[in-house]
C-alpha cells in the first residue's frame, strides 16, 4: 500500500491554481455565479495545462488513460467552481472517455484527436422530464431513414447544452416495452436543424448552462450513432460500461473539490474573526467543527482515490465507485453545512463563497446516480438478498 501523492500529481495541483488564480478569480467566479454563466472560453485555458489528452491513448493524440490525475483535475477546477470542474468534464470524460469506450473506430479517429487537444465539448442528454433515475424508460425516439436518422422527443437538465459541439443522447430506437435491448446513443449537435434549448435556473451550479432540449425531426448521420451501424440497439451496454464507474468518481472528485475549499475558508476565517475579545478557532466547539470536517474530508479523499487507483489498474470498482459517490455527495454537504456554521452570518451571505459551495453540495447527492441508486448498487452488487 503506498498513500504518497505522486510528484506529477502535487505539480499538476500547483499549475491549475495557478490557472485559476489567473483566469478565474474568486470575484470573477462571484459574478459568473450571479449571471448564471460560465465562458467556453474558459475551456482554452484549461487546454493549455495540458490536462485533456489525460483519457485518450498515445494514438490518438493523447497523453494516456491516467484516472487519478483526471480526478484530481476535476477536484482542483471544482474548488473553485463545480461548473469549472464540469466544464473539463465535457470534455475528458462525457466526451473522450465514452468515445474511447463505446464509440466506431471511425468515431475514434474523428474525434478523439479534437477532444484530446480540448477542441470538442459533450453535454450529456439523458434525463428527460418523465425520466430520471430509470433511465431505461427513455422515450424520445429515433428512426433510420436510410443512412439518416430522425430524431424527435424531449430530454431535460442538459447540463452544457448551450456551449457544447454534441449532446450524447440517449434515445429509444425500437419498442418501448424491451426497455434497455431497443435503447441506442447518438451524438447530436445543439446547432442541428430542429433543436430548440430552454435554459433552466436551479438554486446552485449556476453558469452550468442546464437546459430543456426539445428534437423536432431533428436530422443526424448514422455514422452519429455512437458505435456507427453496429451500436443501433446497443445503448444500455454502452451506457453501462467502464464510463459509468468513472462517472461515479467525477461527482465524487466535484464533491471533494468543493468541500476542500469550504474548509479552507472556514479554517482561514476562524483565525481572522474574533468574538469576546479572542479569534474563534481557540473556542473548542469551533474548533471541534473544524476537526470533524477535516476528518471527513480525509475520508472522502481516500475513498475517492481508492476508487481511482482500481479504475487505473482495471480492477472491478462498481461497489466502490459507488461507495466513493455516495460517501462524497452525502458527507461532503455535512462538511459544507459545518463549515458555514463557523462562519455564521458570513456563511449565509452574498459575497462570499460558503453560501455557494453550499448550493452547489446539494446537487452532489442527486446528479450522477443518487444516493438511494448508490446504495442499492452496493447492496445488490454486494449480493444481498431481496427475499
Ligand atoms: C442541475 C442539474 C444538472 C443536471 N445535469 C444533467 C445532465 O447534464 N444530463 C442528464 O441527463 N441529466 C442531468 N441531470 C438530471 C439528474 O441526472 C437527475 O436529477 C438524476 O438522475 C435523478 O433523477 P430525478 O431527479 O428525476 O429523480 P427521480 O429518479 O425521480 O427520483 C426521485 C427520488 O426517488 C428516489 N428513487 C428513485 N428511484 C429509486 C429506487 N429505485 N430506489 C430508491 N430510491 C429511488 C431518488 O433517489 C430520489 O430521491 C441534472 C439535474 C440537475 C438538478
Same mark, same amino acid.
Given at each position: 500500500?503506498?498513500?504518497?501523492?505522486?510528484?506529477?500529481?502535487?505539480?499538476?495541483?500547483?499549475?491549475? *491554481?495557478?490557472?485559476?488564480?489567473?483566469?478565474?478569480?474568486?470575484e470573477?467566479?462571484?459574478?459568473?455565479?450571479?449571471?448564471?454563466?460560465?465562458?467556453?472560453?474558459?475551456?482554452?485555458?484549461? *487546454?493549455?495545462?495540458?490536462?485533456?489528452?489525460?483519457?485518450?491513448?498515445?494514438?490518438?493524440?493523447?497523453?494516456?488513460?491516467?484516472?487519478?490525475? %483526471?480526478?484530481?483535475?476535476?477536484?482542483?477546477l471544482?474548488?473553485?467552481?463545480?461548473?469549472?470542474? %464540469?466544464?473539463?468534464?465535457?470534455?475528458?470524460?462525457?466526451?473522450?472517455?465514452?468515445?474511447?469506450?463505446?464509440?466506431?473506430?471511425?468515431?475514434?479517429? *474523428?474525434?478523439?484527436?479534437?477532444?484530446?487537444?480540448?477542441?470538442?465539448?459533450?453535454?450529456?442528454?439523458?434525463?428527460?422530464?418523465?425520466?430520471?433515475?430509470?433511465?431505461?424508460?427513455?422515450?424520445?425516439?429515433?428512426? *433510420?431513414?436510410?443512412?439518416?436518422?430522425?430524431?424527435?422527443?424531449?430530454k431535460?437538465?442538459?447540463?452544457g447544452?448551450?456551449?457544447?459541439?454534441?449532446?450524447?443522447?440517449?434515445?429509444?430506437?425500437?419498442?418501448?416495452?424491451?426497455?434497455?435491448?431497443?435503447?441506442s446513443?447518438?451524438?447530436?449537435?445543439?446547432?442541428?436543424?430542429?433543436?430548440?434549448?430552454?435554459?433552466?435556473?436551479?438554486?446552485?451550479?449556476?453558469?452550468?448552462?442546464?437546459?430543456?432540449?426539445? $428534437?423536432?425531426?431533428?436530422?443526424?448521420?448514422?455514422?452519429d450513432?455512437?458505435?456507427?451501424?453496429?451500436?443501433?440497439?446497443?445503448g444500455?451496454?454502452?451506457?453501462?460500461?467502464?464510463?459509468?464507474?468513472?462517472?461515479?468518481?467525477?461527482?465524487?472528485?466535484?464533491?471533494?473539490?468543493?468541500?476542500?475549499?469550504?474548509?479552507?475558508?472556514?479554517?482561514?476565517?476562524?483565525?481572522?474573526?474574533?468574538?469576546?475579545?479572542?479569534?474563534?478557532?481557540?473556542?473548542?466547539?469551533?474548533?471541534?467543527?473544524?476537526?470533524?470536517?477535516?476528518?471527513?474530508?480525509?475520508?472522502?479523499?481516500?475513498?475517492?482515490?481508492?476508487?481511482?487507483?482500481?479504475?487505473?489498474?482495471?480492477?472491478?470498482?462498481?461497489?466502490?465507485?459507488?461507495?466513493a459517490?455516495? $460517501?462524497?455527495?452525502?458527507?461532503?454537504?455535512?462538511?459544507?453545512?459545518?463549515?458555514?456554521?463557523?462562519?455564521?452570518?458570513?456563511?449565509?451571505?452574498?459575497?462570499?463563497?460558503?453560501?455557494?459551495?453550499?448550493?452547489?453540495?446539494?446537487?452532489?447527492?442527486?446528479?450522477?446516480?443518487?444516493?438511494?441508486?448508490?446504495?442499492?448498487?452496493?447492496?445488490?452488487?454486494?449480493?444481498?438478498?431481496?427475499?
Open positions: 500500500m503506498d498513500f504518497g501523492e505522486p510528484e506529477h500529481i502535487g505539480m499538476l495541483r500547483e499549475s491549475i *491554481r495557478r490557472m485559476l488564480e489567473r483566469h478565474a478569480p474568486r470573477q467566479m462571484a459574478k459568473w455565479d450571479v449571471e448564471d454563466r460560465v465562458p467556453r472560453a474558459l475551456m482554452d485555458q484549461i *487546454r493549455d495545462l495540458g490536462v485533456c489528452g489525460m483519457t485518450v491513448p498515445e494514438e490518438y493524440g493523447g497523453t494516456g488513460r491516467d484516472i487519478l490525475a %483526471t480526478m484530481v483535475t476535476v477536484e482542483e471544482s474548488r473553485r467552481s463545480m461548473v469549472i470542474g %464540469t466544464l473539463f468534464l465535457m470534455n475528458a470524460c462525457y466526451g473522450s472517455m465514452n468515445i474511447l469506450a463505446s464509440g466506431s473506430l471511425e468515431q475514434k479517429q *474523428r474525434l478523439l484527436p479534437k477532444l484530446a487537444n480540448g477542441e470538442l465539448l459533450f453535454a450529456y442528454g439523458l434525463s428527460e422530464p418523465d425520466v430520471g433515475s430509470d433511465l431505461a424508460s427513455v422515450t424520445t425516439r429515433a428512426e *433510420r431513414k436510410g443512412d439518416k436518422v430522425i430524431i424527435n422527443g424531449n431535460r437538465w442538459c447540463s447544452a448551450e456551449i457544447a459541439d454534441y449532446i450524447y443522447a440517449l434515445v429509444r430506437t425500437g419498442d418501448p416495452d424491451a426497455r434497455y435491448k431497443n435503447l446513443l447518438v451524438l447530436i449537435p445543439p446547432t442541428a436543424k430542429g433543436v430548440t434549448l430552454t435554459h433552466i435556473p436551479a438554486l446552485g451550479a449556476r453558469g452550468l448552462n442546464t437546459n430543456d432540449v426539445s $428534437f423536432d425531426n431533428v436530422e443526424i448521420s448514422i455514422d450513432v455512437v458505435g456507427g451501424e453496429e451500436g443501433w440497439n446497443q444500455w451496454t454502452k451506457l453501462a460500461g467502464p464510463a459509468l464507474e468513472v462517472e461515479k468518481l467525477e461527482v465524487a472528485a466535484m464533491a471533494l473539490g468543493i468541500a476542500a475549499q469550504a474548509v479552507d475558508d472556514a479554517w482561514e476565517y476562524s483565525q481572522q474573526r474574533r468574538q469576546f475579545g479572542k479569534r474563534i478557532c481557540s473556542i473548542q466547539s469551533i474548533r471541534h467543527m473544524l476537526a470533524d470536517a477535516q476528518t471527513k474530508l480525509a475520508a472522502t479523499r481516500l475513498m475517492l482515490y481508492r476508487g481511482c487507483w482500481l479504475a487505473d489498474n482495471d480492477l472491478p470498482c462498481s461497489v466502490e465507485t459507488s461507495m459517490k455516495m $460517501f462524497a455527495g452525502e458527507t461532503g454537504l455535512d462538511i459544507v453545512l459545518t463549515c458555514q456554521k463557523v462562519m455564521g452570518a458570513y456563511g449565509y451571505a452574498h459575497g462570499f463563497d460558503m453560501e455557494r459551495h453550499v448550493r452547489d453540495m446539494l446537487l452532489m447527492p442527486i446528479i450522477g446516480g443518487s444516493t438511494a441508486i448508490q446504495k442499492n448498487n452496493i447492496a445488490n452488487r454486494m449480493g444481498l438478498p431481496k427475499a
